[in-house]
């Protein structure tokens, strides 16, 4: 018997030839024992997967498990939310990572729309491991052969990361910026090209870019990114048809280039069209498509964007940074699927756009329960982490990502389960 929710519950045991009631009997299902869940000092989350470090540094994976991707064994079968339903291998409870390997932290998850399908992770000694497919040569390692443990990225040490769908991007001990794997559209100009799965050019190895400027953080985006240099200026580089550069423009860029207004950031996050980052004071800004009002801001600041992608016609847009309407100071941003979330330096976590499965689209920052949290990650959906480690997460499960043996959809933070028994 497998229990998708919590509450009592009655069992009438019949006849299996006759069809007449035997017995009965009660059962009750209780929320997740604190002292059984995992505390976590890192966590990373996109639409499909999930994993965290321990505050002990043993690593954890659960949610879509596609030919053993998370680097655990597949333990159970999930339908997906499409129409018609699909099956997929999945956990649905957290795993640990085999190896013994010991971990501080893992790789940001930046895209919005689709899964990475990957994994990366750093040791104390900023050595890089990454692990998943490995289709555009985004693990880093000299090849397009995935792997379901994790392998290093040899000759440099970082001091964070940041994975999508299809590349790798990391800032060294040194503050120098490095990509690999795919490269179409245009994403950094010191690449060779090379070929890799169906013919796209990517990169298997990294590469330094904008070897000019120093770097201490970076955030991969659907077809573009952001990164913050030492100064705190914010650069952006790729597709930019919705101003999500925010260089004023709607042209691409090859390599970083600084967002205007003469903003100096804390952090920044690129999403699907759309970036956002939280200035040095905490207050924070968007930029890019605002399809679903997702820059949080009054609409009498945007701009049609054009050129209008695949004849969309006029799209709200700001090719600059606007203020998001959030009174408390800010200590970090994420974009999702469709909204975007914000939690502030109180633990509040607020949100805007469109977000779950209702149809209600809103700019005004609504805060969303009275809980305190220290940090919030996702990418599509929504995870966050409270004063203790304890995880929480909510938005799409289908996949098995919530941890906690629940399949479906969450409108409300829901607990990360202890890992899977032996």
Not at 78 to 106: D, H, I, W, Y
Not at 222 to 246: F, K, R
Request: proline share 6%.
């Amino acid at each position: 018997m497998v229990a998708n929710s919590i509450g009592h519950f009655t069992i009438i045991v019949r006849s299996a030839m006759y069809g007449e009631k035997i017995d009965t009997a009660g059962i009750t299902v209780d929320p997740p024992s604190r002292d059984r869940r995992l505390q976590f000092k890192s966590f990373m989350s996109n639409s499909r997967q999930t994993c965290g470090i321990s505050i002990i540094g043993d690593t954890y994976c659960w949610g879509s498990n596609l030919k053993d991707l998370l680097g655990v064994p597949a333990r159970s079968i999930c339908v997906g939310a499409v129409r018609p339903p699909t099956t997929r291998s999945c956990n649905t409870l957290p795993e640990k990572l085999t190896g013994g390997r010991q971990f501080v932290l893992l790789g940001e998850t930046g895209n919005a729309l689709t899964d990475s399908g990957n994994v990366c992770a750093l040791t104390q000694q900023g050595d890089a491991f990454c692990w998943g497919s490995n289709s555009y040569g985004q693990l880093g390692n000299g090849t397009t052969t995935r792997s379901t443990t994790p392998i290093a990225i040899p000759g440099l040490r970082f001091s964070s990361l940041s994975v999508n769908a299809a590349r790798t991007c990391g800032i060294t001990l040194a503050g120098e910026l490095y990509c690999w794997g795919l490269i179409n559209p245009p994403f950094g100009s010191e690449y060779p090209a090379s070929r890799c799965f169906k013919e796209d050019k990517c990169r298997v190895s990294p590469v330094s870019i904008a070897r000019e400027v120093k770097f201490k953080s970076i955030s991969l985006g659907a077809e573009h990114a952001c990164a913050v240099a030492d100064d705190d200026e914010a650069y952006c580089w790729g597709d930019n048809s919705y101003g999500e550069l925010g260089d004023s423009t709607t042209s691409a860029r090859s390599d970083p280039a600084p967002v205007s207004g003469g903003l100096r950031f804390r952090s920044v996050t690129a999403g699907t069209a759309i970036s956002c980052g939280v200035s040095l004071n905490g207050d924070g800004y968007c930029w890019g498509a605002d399809e679903n009002q997702q820059l949080g801001t009054s609409a009498s600041v945007q701009k049609d964007c054009n050129p209008f992608p695949l004849g969309s016609g006029p799209y709200l847009c700001a090719r600059t940074p606007v203020k998001i309407a959030i009174a408390e100071p800010l200590s970090e941003i994420r974009v999702l699927r469709s909204g975007t979330c914000a939690l502030s330096t109180a633990g509040h976590i607020f949100c805007w756009g469109l977000i779950g499965q209702t149809s209600a689209i809103t700019a005004t920052p609504a805060r969303i329960d009275n809980s305190s949290y220290k940090s919030l990650v996702g990418a599509g959906d929504l995870c966050a982490l409270d004063s203790q480690g304890f995880a929480y997460c909510w938005g799409y499960g289908f996949n098995g990502r919530f941890g906690n043996g629940f399949i479906g959809y969450s409108g409300v933070p829901t607990p990360v389960e202890g890992p899977r028994s032996p």
